[in-house]
């Protein structure tokens, strides 16, 4: 079970980048996936998780109305569309995935069993 994320980088206060991330290894379509960040000397943050079937995305509130998450069971992939980005954006983003089942579950770490090597997403001001 694998997951790769892709598509950090450097980018000015107010723009946008699209964070990838692919799975390989188990049935996909079995998971409810979710991003989560982690900024340096701080803990792990929930930011965003959809369900298996990509309905009832739910949201940090630190990043709602700006990102977006969405997944591609027939490619096995997650996306994170980060737009209107912020400074305070800044970590290492993790995507990870999980057979939990519950809204609340979805946003702590504790609960996801597999998780990607994390992409660096730099907001400058």
């Known amino acids: 079970v694998q997951l790769q994320a892709s598509g950090g980088g450097l980018v000015q206060a107010g723009g946008s980048l699209r964070l990838a991330c692919a799975a390989s290894g188990y049935n996909f379509r079995n998971y409810n996936m979710g991003w989560f960040r982690q900024a340096p000397g701080k803990g792990r943050e929930f930011v965003a998780s959809?369900?298996?079937?990509?309905?009832?995305?739910n949201y940090a509130d630190s990043v709602k109305d700006r990102f977006t998450i969405s997944r591609d069971n027939a490619k096995s992939m997650v996306y994170l569309q980060m737009t209107s980005l912020k400074p305070e954006d800044t970590a290492v983003y993790y995507c990870a995935a999980t057979t939990v089942v519950g809204s609340f579950y979805a946003t702590q770490p504790d609960y996801y069993t597999t998780w990607g090597q994390g992409t660096q997403v730099t907001v400058s001001s």
């Open positions: 959809i369900r298996r079937s990509a309905n009832g995305p």
